[in-house]
């Protein structure tokens, strides 16, 4: 019985957001480009008010060693898929005169943190569930509240990345079935996954740092202008401000 509830809220909890996120579909392509100045504010948001206070919570070391071996790592992955893409077509990176774009870069690393951050998600709706089944159902609505913004910045930013609307919803579900991973896991495993979870949520931190120091931020300073900056800020603190606001009311 306590299984299934796992299951229902996992499958609530991963599915459910991204499926909610998927309003972007309705978007002009015209906004996509404004609207990564948002998604980067609720990155932002997500690892330095969310997921890092949590990782430390936890443990410090594994988290902060994990933070900069994972930012390491997402460097090198970077590198390797940047790579590949010019080995198989001419690129900017050859080509000063080519109009820059990041090729899925961005995109690939965000699903890559997105579906570690899935995972621990279901491992924490498998623990409530393991104390009772109210506690589970307040943590799985906790999560479906907390993750509606960032899947929404996760969208915008596959699209920005290259993806077509449907390809990034499609990618987006497929990296929400490690909540169910996670929460099966969880129920099986949970000891095992407590003394890692400080590293998986400084690995989930990493990417959302990187992804969005690295990849988006240069981005916005193709556009220089004292308007286009001010609408920027504005956005990244708006995206900031939405996860503020979303951990402010689930705390209380």
Request: aromatic content about 8%; overall charge negative.
């Amino acid at each position: 019985m306590t299984l299934g509830w796992i299951l229902a809220a996992s499958v609530a909890g991963g599915a459910l957001s991204a499926g909610l996120a998927a309003f972007s579909l309705l978007l002009r392509a015209s906004w996509v480009s404004m609207l990564v100045s948002y998604a980067i504010g609720a990155l932002l948001g997500a690892a330095f008010l969310e997921v890092i206070p949590q990782a430390f919570q936890e443990n410090p070391r594994q988290a902060a060693v994990s933070i900069l071996a994972g930012i390491f790592a997402f460097f090198v992955l970077e590198k390797l898929l940047l790579w590949r893409h010019c080995h198989t077509e001419n690129c900017e990176v050859h080509d000063p005169h080519q109009q820059p774009h990041d090729h899925g870069r961005s995109g690939a690393l965000i699903i890559v943190g997105d579906t570690v951050h899935n995972f621990v998600d279901g491992v924490l709706i498998a623990a409530a569930f393991l104390q009772s089944k109210e506690l589970g159902i307040v943590a799985a609505l906790a999560i479906i509240a907390h993750e509606i913004p960032q899947e929404v910045g996760d969208f915008l930013i596959l699209l920005h990345s290259g993806y077509s609307r449907t390809r990034a919803l499609v990618v987006n579900l497929a990296s929400s079935l490690a909540t169910i991973v996670g929460g099966v896991g969880g129920f099986y495993g949970l000891q095992v996954f407590r003394d890692w979870e400080a590293a998986l949520l400084g690995i989930v931190a990493a990417s959302m740092v990187y992804v969005a120091v690295a990849d988006l931020i240069p981005g916005l300073h193709r556009r220089p202008h004292l308007r286009d900056t001010a609408s920027q800020a504005l956005l990244i603190a708006l995206g900031i401000g939405t996860i503020a606001l979303a951990g402010a009311v689930l705390k209380h």
